[in-house]
């Protein structure tokens, strides 16, 4: 119950923040523009509109989920309110945790806008509704949720700067760490492979959850690897929470 306050009270304040809906009004501006681009194209209108579509809820999405996740905690210090909730019979497993939801029931209502956009313009422009967008926009919001987690995890120990840098860092590395293998394999030295592949192993693999191409393109997607890649995201994300879980719980506030 006290989750869900907190969660409630985080979605709450951050619904009301300016430059949320500033990213959320481009974005959807962006979007719309698909369709003018789609225009000066022959043949090619639902997927330009599909692509650029995704590619935006995808972008944006990213970019509210780093906003929201950098200032979860150095909010809560600057306006001191973080040393009225503590002394409180509410466990800082509690706040953290509520606060991660109501992150990410922003994001829900935020990227829900957007992909609910993109679905609509696709169906006008090609006359024929394309459910699959909703899976791949679905799959894209399990990494938004590991992005969330990632900048949860930085907020808890450093500043907004240096968690939005760090967050910004795994984020790009992440989108790549499926070609780090393939690189690794260029170089005969084994301690750098080695390097390589625990890079691989320890952080998120987030090329994993874009299938939009498939979409766009309309190649069958496989049951097996959603289900696989959501299983590897939510219990990616456990791990995030419980490492900043154990960070934030050890942290000194007075």
Do not use: C
């Amino acid at each position: 119950m006290r989750v869900a306050a907190i969660a409630w009270n985080t979605f709450r304040e951050a619904v009301r923040d300016r430059i949320l809906y500033s990213i959320l009004a481009f974005a959807l501006f962006l979007i719309g523009a698909s369709v003018v681009l789609a225009g000066l194209s022959i043949g090619q209108e639902s997927r330009i509109v599909k692509d650029l579509g995704l590619a935006s809820t995808s972008l944006f999405g990213t970019f509210i989920a780093i906003f929201l996740g950098i200032t979860l905690v150095s909010k809560e210090i600057e306006r001191r309110t973080l040393y009225v909730i503590i002394p409180k019979p509410i466990s800082r497993l509690e706040f953290l945790i509520g606060k991660y939801v109501g992150l990410v029931l922003t994001l829900v209502v935020t990227v829900g806008v957007m992909a609910l956009l993109v679905f609509l313009l696709s169906g006008l422009v090609d006359g024929i509704m394309a459910p699959t967008l909703f899976i791949a926009a679905g799959l894209d919001f399990v990494a938004l949720m590991i992005i969330t987690a990632v900048a949860l995890l930085f907020s808890t120990f450093s500043t907004p700067t240096l968690s939005a840098i760090l967050t910004v860092g795994i984020v790009v590395i992440g989108r790549l760490s499926g070609d780090l293998t393939v690189f690794a394999e260029q170089f005969a030295d084994p301690t750098f492979r080695r390097l390589m592949w625990a890079m691989y192993l320890t952080l998120p693999d987030l090329g994993r959850f874009q299938i939009g191409s498939r979409v766009v393109h309309g190649l069958p997607l496989v049951p097996a690897e959603i289900g696989m890649a959501v299983a590897y995201g939510l219990a990616y994300i456990g791990f995030l929470l419980l490492l900043a879980i154990t960070i934030f719980q050890r942290r000194d506030f007075r």
